[in-house]
């Protein structure tokens, strides 16, 4: 039988379609348990590489005859291998392009919605390391908010979509993942937008990010507006785009809420969080829809493959906005809570200018789950 390779792309459709895949993943047990593919209709089987170089006729009645598989490695040479023994077996089967190596950095992008006067709103879905980034676009102009290290994904975009990239935010200083926010502005000439509360020790020059800064792009004056939410970071800052839609950054996620906790502040940063929670979002209209910079478990995308929620309805739902009892709240954000990103002070240093890893380095720092949200 013939071995073919799938692209991250082609699994990411797979993930938005919610069809079904068999994961065959021959890394690590704890690699494995630690972070996979996700589907809503997937299964798995999850065998080390190294227990089956002797061969795969002991697990071969493992897999089944009638779903597609793909086996799945950390940077797709175990996979390759794998793949071209069970091809000896009489099996068709696909070994994942690049791993999970490229799994991590694929990004989808998914029309949110369209905007007044013809703009648009699109999401960035990682899907392998559950980062949301935004591009608002409107007459001949774009803005990027969150956007990843895989610039050219949004570059590219935007020039097929034939608009130009004229500002550039970042909603916090970043931990969990190394921004492309600056990069891109230097490449376009944009304006880079940073809270100054995260940027004391940047390297490079940015705009300030202030409370009520508002931004127009395009003629059709297209409004971003930033509103101070602190909590996960001291700067942290949140965005009202168009009247419509709250980008809410690592403040609050449709599951979850952000921890305060990794650039050590824990206890000193929860009452900010308890306030731009509960108070300054609490102001806001229950209709504005809730678009986070993160999702955590693949269930939180919409059928439209979206990550998207009413802020009433995370208000009536999310666990993390029902707390009423100040002491349990300040408990639940400072206690047990989950590990810590890998790399992250790494990655917060990069993203103060202070480290310049190169391209293999930012992969492996990057490599594993978002760490973002109390559990």
């Given amino acids: 039988?013939?071995?073919?390779?799938?692209?991250?792309?082609?699994?990411?459709?797979?993930?938005?379609?919610?069809?079904?895949?068999?994961?065959?993943?021959?890394?690590?047990?704890?690699?494995?348990?630690?972070?996979?593919?996700?589907?809503?209709?997937?299964?798995?089987?999850?065998?080390?590489?190294?227990?089956?170089?002797?061969?795969?006729?002991?697990?071969?009645?493992?897999?089944?005859?009638?779903?597609?598989?793909?086996?799945?490695?950390?940077k797709e040479g175990s996979s390759v291998m794998v793949a071209e023994m069970l091809s000896e077996e009489g099996r068709n089967v696909s070994y994942l392009q690049g791993g999970m190596k490229a799994w991590s950095e694929h990004l989808h992008p998914v029309k949110v919605s369209d905007l007044k006067d013809g703009g648009e709103l699109y999401q960035f879905v990682r899907i392998g390391k559950g980062c949301l980034s935004y591009m608002v676009v409107s007459n001949g102009e774009a803005a990027l908010i969150d956007a990843t290290r895989m610039t050219d994904v949004y570059l590219d975009f935007a020039k097929n979509m034939n608009v130009s990239i004229t500002h550039v935010f970042d909603t916090h200083l970043h931990a969990d993942h190394i921004s492309g926010g600056r990069k891109i502005a230097e490449a376009t000439n944009a304006t880079y937008w940073l809270p100054p509360k995260d940027a004391e020790e940047v390297t490079f020059k940015y705009e300030a990010l202030e409370d009520g800064k508002n931004v127009q792009i395009g003629n059709t004056q297209i409004d971003i507006q930033a509103l101070y939410t602190p909590g996960h970071t001291i700067g942290s800052t949140s965005f009202i785009v168009d009247d419509s839609f709250l980008l809410s950054g690592d403040i609050l996620f449709i599951d979850s809420i952000g921890r305060p906790d990794l650039a050590g502040m824990a206890e000193d940063w929860v009452g900010d969080l308890r306030e731009s929670l509960y108070k300054r979002y609490k102001e806001l209209s229950d209709e504005l829809v809730v678009l986070p910079a993160h999702f955590m478990i693949i269930d939180e995308l919409n059928d439209d493959g979206t990550v998207a929620a009413k802020l009433g309805d995370l208000f009536s739902h999310n666990h993390g906005l029902q707390i009423e009892d100040e002491a349990e709240f300040r408990a639940l954000v400072t206690e047990n809570l989950p590990p810590q990103p890998n790399a992250y002070q790494d990655i917060r240093k990069t993203n103060m200018g202070q480290m310049t890893p190169n391209e293999e380095e930012q992969r492996e720092m990057e490599i594993g789950p978002n760490r973002c949200a109390v559990r």
């Fill in 1 to 74: 039988m013939t071995v073919t390779m799938m692209t991250s792309k082609e699994v990411a459709q797979k993930v938005m379609n919610k069809e079904h895949l068999f994961i065959f993943d021959v890394r690590n047990q704890s690699d494995f348990n630690d972070w996979k593919i996700e589907g809503e209709n997937f299964s798995y089987l999850n065998i080390p590489y190294f227990d089956l170089l002797d061969g795969v006729e002991e697990i071969i009645d493992q897999l089944p005859k009638d779903q597609e598989i793909v086996v799945v490695c950390a």
